[in-house]
C-alpha cells in the first residue's frame, strides 16, 4: 500500500496554462506539506497545512494555491504556469509530536514548456 | 530564519567510509534528521538526533553537537547502492541542507 500518492507522477504542459497536482496519505498523520526540488535538488517548503489548517505559507507566489478538503488530502493548484515551475514537487506528511520522521509521496515531475 | 550548510559532493570506494557534514542556524532547534535520496525517488528518512551524541542504525550513524550547532552522518562499509543524495533537516520540517551527493565506485 502506498502511504503517500500524488498524482500525476509526469506532467508536461505548456507556459500559461493552470494544472492541479493532488496527494493524499492513508497514515492517519495530521500534518502534510508541499515541497519543491528544483535541478540543483535544493528541497524547499512551499506549504504545511495541519489538520486542513494553513500552518506554513512560506514565500511562494500567488500562483500556488493548496487546497486541503480534509487532512488525508492536500492539493497543489497552480495558475498561469511559468517556466520557472518546472520542478519536481513533493508532497509528504506526518504526525506533529508523534513522529520524528516525515513520509515523502514519490514525487510529480512537472515540466513547462 | 532556518539555514543548513552541506558539502556538495563525494566519491569513494566500496566499503570505504564517508562522513557529511551539516551545520546549521535556526531560532529554535527541535533536533536533527537526515534523509537519503535516489536520483529519481522520493527523499527517505534515516536518522535524528534530538540531544547531542551519537545514534546508530546498521551501517548508519548520525551525531549531533548542539552547542556547535552541528551535525554528521556516518556510512560505512559503502555499498553501491548507498549512491544517493544525502540531506540534514531541521526537525521543525521547515528548512532541508541542499543535500551532499554520494558516489559509491568499485
Known amino acids: 500500500d502506498t502511504a503517500v500518492s500524488q498524482t500525476p507522477k509526469y506532467l508536461v504542459t505548456q507556459m500559461g496554462n493552470d494544472k492541479s497536482i493532488k496527494c493524499e496519505q492513508n497514515?492517519?498523520?495530521?500534518?502534510m506539506y508541499w515541497y519543491k526540488q528544483d535541478s540543483k535538488k535544493f528541497l524547499k517548503i512551499m506549504f504545511s497545512y495541519n489538520n486542513k489548517e494553513l500552518i506554513i505559507n512560506e514565500t511562494v507566489p500567488n500562483r500556488f494555491s493548496p487546497k486541503s478538503p480534509d487532512k488525508a488530502h492536500l492539493n497543489l493548484h497552480i495558475n498561469s504556469l511559468e517556466l520557472g515551475d518546472s520542478a519536481v514537487y513533493f508532497c509528504a506528511s506526518t504526525n506533529t509530536g508523534l513522529s520524528n520522521t516525515i513520509y515523502f509521496g514519490e514525487g510529480s515531475w512537472l515540466t513547462v514548456v | 530564519g532556518q539555514s543548513l550548510e552541506q558539502p556538495s559532493e563525494v566519491t569513494a570506494v566500496e566499503g570505504a567510509i564517508v562522513q557529511i557534514n551539516c551545520t546549521y542556524q535556526t531560532s529554535g532547534f527541535y533536533g536533527l534528521s537526515w534523509y537519503q535520496q535516489h536520483d529519481g525517488g522520493a527523499p527517505t528518512f534515516l536518522s535524528y538526533n534530538g540531544l547531542d551524541g551519537l545514534e546508530e542504525t546498521g551501517r548508519f550513524s548520525s551525531f549531533l553537537s548542539r552547542s556547535d550547532s552541528y551535525g554528521y552522518l556516518l556510512l560505512q562499509e559503502l555499498q553501491m547502492k548507498d549512491s544517493a543524495s544525502y540531506f540534514c533537516a531541521l526537525h521543525n520540517r521547515l528548512a532541508f541542507g541542499k543535500g551532499n551527493q554520494v558516489v559509491v565506485i568499485p
Open positions: 497514515l492517519g498523520h495530521d500534518t
